[in-house]
């Protein structure tokens, strides 16, 4: 179990994280959703005693970070890709870090194997493909078998067959009772992958609960109908209460009735119906509803294309946003 | 106890263990290949200066001035070596740092080992160790090799001599000694360029710039000078050779205590700066 308490983090003026509370249970996998910039990394930072926070804690079964007598065998990180020194192999890189916590040495073959990193265990990671990389960081997370399991956007880098290997392989750890925490700036792959949801935009936490909680809440439902009587359909529906917008392919959205009773009173009124169709607003749109706030950036399209995240911000900081 | 091997996996002991932590830094010090060819390096500057010194000095004896042959010093000589290789040395000692932080390294080591004193210290030891062997093997052999290149009518050394083991076990102490300063500089600094030209303002420019003052100022800080302790140590008979300087093992200490002050920075700001 990791609980996150009040935790703030300022870097310079900028504040990445802002009284932000949360728990993460064992036995599920938590996700950890937030737009770039939100300060995902910098709590996982926390947790684990790398950054120190200004105000509040994080502890990890009830310790903080510093306080756990062989860390590794409790908790294993997975914090950025290639943190690895590129001259070092796989293996080399894998057993300096078993031999500090005493850990076996046929533990780090194990781990090499699970990943299926066995085959490039004595090349040099600087050779090693950005999937590759994030493979090791997994191992390294797997190496002491921990109870409780950090992975920081572990999909980054990964083809179809890793992300999908990934995902069963956090159901997996979570179904053998260990506490799984991993962040993703993706909405759809939460969906999939986690079973609850801590979700922050800009360092503040926004909201957290179950997936299908968070679905429900933030997303509306509604039903799409196309009619040759659009209009006089339109009018009648609206009588009952219900919300009707025209969309461009000129069919209908109505939301505040069932599929069910748009089709009752339109057969009772004599109007005919091509399509009634039950739709759900996309995950991404519920998280981009619910984010939208706290994007730092909106995108200018006078702007020249910016490069990565602490530019976006930068702009977003210094056009006094 | 029992005598029954269970996994270690499943017995965790509550504490992380010295000799594992050690084991740890061993293995990170000699897998990569950096490490390798900076002490080939040395091998190299140090045993080379020595044996094309002593064979020079062999072939052209007759021909050298009075003066050259009165202040000739077989032992000195054969260790010049050592001089050179304390950039080598400092080389190595700001990258076995410099690169954790580089390559992001340290995020990992500092997950396993969250005491951050405790990972420079293991660093530290096992850092002194490797370079107190090789430091010890390159000075002896500069030593020998040297003496036995220097024919007569030119004379050579033996460890009998006085001041001559002195000179040559110092050797191999202040490039020890010299590896930890550099290896606290690139903790405090972080960067290896920054930290390797900071090294080699303290060792090579400092000397110079104190060197350009007026004498009044300069001389007498001329001894504070690593480069100036360093020369003292791998001497025989400084007070001969060498003109404002302490004795050899105060200079010495002087050095250890440079090394300490940069180790103890280093240890404080590991503790208050983010990883
Ligand atoms: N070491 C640091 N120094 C300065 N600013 C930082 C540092 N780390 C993160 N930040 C800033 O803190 C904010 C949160 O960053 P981060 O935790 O990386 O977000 P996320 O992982 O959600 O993308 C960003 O504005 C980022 O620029
Ligand atoms: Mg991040």
Sequence with gaps: MIEVRGVTKRYKEKVAVKDLSFEVKQGVVTGFLGPNGSGKSTTMRMIVGLDAPDEGTATINGKSYADLGVPLREVGALLEAKAIHPGRSAFNHLWYLAQSNDIPRSRVDTVLDMVGLSDVARKRAGKFSLGMGQRLGIAAALLGDPGVLLFDEPINGLDPEGILWVRNLLKGLASEGRTVFVSSHLMSEMALTADYLVVIGRGELISSGSVSDFINESSGQFVRVRSPQAEQLATLLTGFDAVVVREDDGALAVSRLSAEAIGTYAGDAGIRLFELSPQRASLEDAFMELTRDSVEFHGHGTQSAPTNDTELLAQSVTSGK | ?275
Excluded at chain 2, 20 to 37: A, G, H, I
Aim: proline share 5%; aromatic share 6%; glycine share 8%.
């Design chain 2, 1 to 275: 106890m029992s005598l029954t091997l269970t996994p270690a996996l499943q017995t965790p002991r509550p504490h992380l263990r010295t000799t594992s932590l050690l084991r740890s830094e061993w293995t990170k010090m000699r897998s990569v290949r950096s490490t390798m060819w900076t002490l080939v390096a040395m091998a190299i500057v140090v045993i080379g200066i020595s044996v094309i010194g002593c064979l020079a000095i062999t072939n052209s004896w007759a021909t050298m001035s009075l003066g050259n042959r009165l202040s000739f010093n077989p032992t000195g000589f054969a260790l010049k070596g050592i001089v050179f290789s304390q950039l080598v040395i400092g080389v190595l000692g700001v990258l076995v740092m410099s690169a954790e932080y580089g390559t992001g390294t340290i995020r990992a080591t500092l997950t396993a080992i969250p005491n951050r004193p405790r990972v420079l210290a293991m660093k530290a030891v096992v850092f002194a160790a490797v370079s107190l062997v090789v430091g010890e093997v390159l000075s002896f052999g500069a030593f020998f090799v040297g003496q036995a290149l220097l024919r007569s009518p030119a004379p050579h050394a033996t460890l009998s001599q006085p001041g001559v083991l002195r000179a040559v076990v110092g050797g191999g102490l202040v490039i020890m000694v010299l590896g930890l300063f550099a290896l606290g500089l690139a903790t405090i600094i972080r960067h290896s360029a920054g930290a390797i030209t900071s090294y080699v303002g303290t060792i090579l420019v400092a000397p110079i710039i104190i060197q350009a003052l007026p004498s009044s100022i300069g001389h007498p800080l001329m001894r504070f000078m690593p480069f100036q302790i360093t020369n003292v140590m791998t001497s025989t008979n400084p007070s001969n050779d060498i003109g404002s300087a302490f004795s050899p093992w105060v200079g010495f200490s002087l050095l250890c205590l440079y090394a300490a002050i940069a180790l103890v920075v280093a240890g404080v700001m590991m503790v208050r700066r983010d990883a």
